[in-house]
């Protein structure tokens, strides 16, 4: 699967960025889907993952509470909303896939990155 993120940009302390990341192919259900980030100097970071169907998702907790994945398997898109950014959530984000959900800290399909730029 080939994944196409996009969203990112420069945003205030506490403002809000939805990414979105597009998935090609017909069988987009069949994989669940993670996001991950990178800060500049750090190694990159499990974010929050959700299931085939989107029923169910988890969260780092650095984010949980804040942050909500989604998906939308008719658009083959999957969502990150972000809420409350803080300048500590500055990362390139990116997307990733796998068809074993138990593989999501590990997946094997990635999307190039979206650069978040929250300004204290």
């Known amino acids: 699967v080939q994944l196409q993120a996009s969203g990112g940009g420069l945003v205030q302390t506490g403002g809000s960025l939805r990414l979105s990341c597009v998935a090609s192919g017909s069988d987009f259900s069949t994989y669940a889907m993670a996001w991950f980030r990178q800060a500049p100097g750090s190694e990159r970071e499990f974010v929050g993952g959700v299931s085939w169907s989107g029923d169910s998702t988890h969260y780092a907790d650095s984010v949980k509470g804040r942050f909500t994945i989604s998906r939308d398997n008719d658009k083959n898109t999957v969502y990150l909303q972000m809420n409350s950014l803080k300048p500590e959530d500055t990362a390139i984000y990116y997307c990733?896939?796998?068809?074993?959900?138990?593989?999501?800290?590990?997946?094997?399909?990635w999307g190039q990155g979206t650069l978040v730029t929250v300004s204290s």
């Open positions: 990733a896939a796998d068809r074993d959900p138990l593989n999501l800290g590990n997946p094997g399909s």
